[in-house]
């Protein structure tokens, strides 16, 4: 009866040794497959982050370009305010014109706006008003870039 015994043991033993086995191999795949699966996952996101850093930088290049042209410009136009080679003037109301102290239109064939009273600005306040101009473009610039952003990751 002790042998019966142990050999029912034994072969209890080895049936459960080959369940355990099997039931490792299933959970050692089940884990094969998972870490598979995040790899895959990991490369699809870097794989993103890497297109959305392109973009940046390439946005950034490009708003990094608008605005060192529109500073060109805006020096350019403050050194000829300067020099006195370009004149800012406005146009009068034409109901300050009519009074008796409005200033009157100049006559000078060469004017491109005939007939309406204009009046030059003083070039220390034509400089603050392009020194506030090139604020506004800048500002404008950056939200541009701001908006294109947003348009990206909608």
Known sequence: MAGSAWAA???QANAYGQQLAAKEAAHQTERT???NANSAQILVEQGKRIA???WLAASDQSHY???TDEKTKQARLRDRLA???LLLSVQLEATAATG???VQAPTCAGGLVHGAARAQ???AHAQQIIGITADGD???IALQACQGYVRLIK
Request: glycine fraction near 8%; proline fraction near 4%.
């Open 100 to 102: 008796c102290d409005g």
């Open 138 to 140: 800048q500002g404008l």
């Open 83 to 85: 020099t006195a080679d």
């Open 33 to 35: 497959n998972l870490a």
């Open 65 to 67: 370009r608008a605005l």
């Open 52 to 54: 959305l850093e392109q």
């Open 121 to 123: 600005v003083d070039p």
């Open 9 to 11: 043991w034994t072969w």
